[in-house]
């Protein structure tokens, strides 16, 4: 089984910065791609931003140029830094990813970290 935690979410004022974090942990062979989701209050999971496994990234219209992906290879990990936050960005942030076990292949997705952007 393969699991993935987010850490980093918080209340944070217009203008601010976080960075997200995700954890894949349990019996990984390989990870495909990596995306961020998200889920605002009354809306639909949006895409936020993706990355492959050897680094091309993609971002929603939205966070362009605002939020940046990464991820490290060998420790399992995906992190979403966020600057210049707004308050559209509240929302419940969850970890996706495609994930090669031992013996297959699976999409597996985090708990979410809730992000609130208020002042």
């Known amino acids: 089984q393969v699991q993935l935690v987010e850490s980093g979410g918080g209340l944070v004022q217009p203008g601010g910065s976080l960075r997200l974090s995700c954890a894949a942990s349990?019996?990984?062979?390989?990870?495909?791609?990596m995306v961020w989701y998200r889920q605002a209050p009354g809306k639909q999971r949006e895409l936020v931003a993706r990355?492959?496994?050897?680094?091309?990234?993609d971002y929603a219209d939205s966070v362009r140029g605002r939020f940046t992906i990464s991820r490290d290879n060998a420790k399992n990990m995906m992190y979403l830094q966020m600057n210049s936050l707004k308050p559209e960005d509240t929302a419940d942030y969850y970890c996706?990813?495609?994930?090669?076990?031992?013996?297959?292949?699976?999409?597996?997705w985090g708990q979410g970290t809730q992000v609130t952007v208020s002042a």
């Open positions: 996706n990813s495609d994930v090669l076990t031992g013996w297959k292949r699976g999409d597996y």
């Open positions: 990355i492959t496994r050897s680094g091309r990234t």
């Open positions: 349990g019996i990984i062979s390989f990870i495909y791609d």
